[in-house]
């Protein structure tokens, strides 16, 4: 089987007992630096028994046949990466995809996520979100990729490095507003976590005022677009919500999807779906 195992995202002690019972046992260890494997085995006093082997992006794809052979021999195989879940902007997918198809069973441990730890502590709403990982590093493909999400509805969630952080925080207050309510978190679950709160072009104002820039493991939330409400009375609203559901979504999903859609409150939308 291959297990893929949420590793910490800052303090050590949020290991679970799961992820340390197949450190220890594992017949092989896929880890995305080895020398981070190494440091939190030891700060675990796990002892690992199995064969370690690399598996980073430059490596994946000549390396996932062999692993895939393991499985296939009747193996247990642990995916783990420096921080988080596999596959959430980390290796793991093609390795999963691959043994999949070979016909090969696939669970997870569950555990850290900077995503999930973000959005908690962000202050935004939580109830649909979506994960964009990293925007791209050139400005013009930035910004392209920003006037994508311009008015998208749910609550947006981005990895970004720290030396790359503040332009991109500008892109954003020029590209979806500068009072767009978002949240910078750094160094989640770590001694210096830290959470910076207000409109996207506040927090630019935030980092320019840092001596040293912004330091550690950041992820942006950013509150998604809310529409100017608009005049509609209840048929138009039930009308909107039917046509919702006749495309595939639940009544609830639907209810929400046309208060995002309109502006309108979701008790009004609601209050109209079900007169």
Known sequence: ??????????RVDDASPRLVELLGGADVVAAEDTRRLRRLTSDLGVEVTGRV???????????????VEELAQGRTVLLVTDAGMPSVSDPGYRLVAAALEAGLDVTAVPGPSAVLTALAVSGLPVDRFTFEGFVPRKSG????ALEA????????VFFESPHRTRQTLADMADVLGSDRPAALCRELTKTHEEVVRGGLAEIVDWVDAQEHGVRGEVTLVVSGHVAAPVDLDADALR???????????????AVAEVAARTGVRRRTVYDAAHA
């Open 141 to 144: 493909e930035r910004r392209t």
């Open 239 to 253: 009308a909107l919500v039917q046509k919702a559901q006749d495309g595939g979504l639940s009544r609830k999903d």
């Open 149 to 156: 999400l311009r008015e998208e509805p749910r609550t947006m």
């Open 1 to 10: 089987m291959l297990v893929l195992a949420a590793t910490p995202i800052g």
């Open 53 to 67: 082997v690399s598996y980073f992006e430059g490596n994946e794809r000549e390396r996932t046949p062999d692993l």
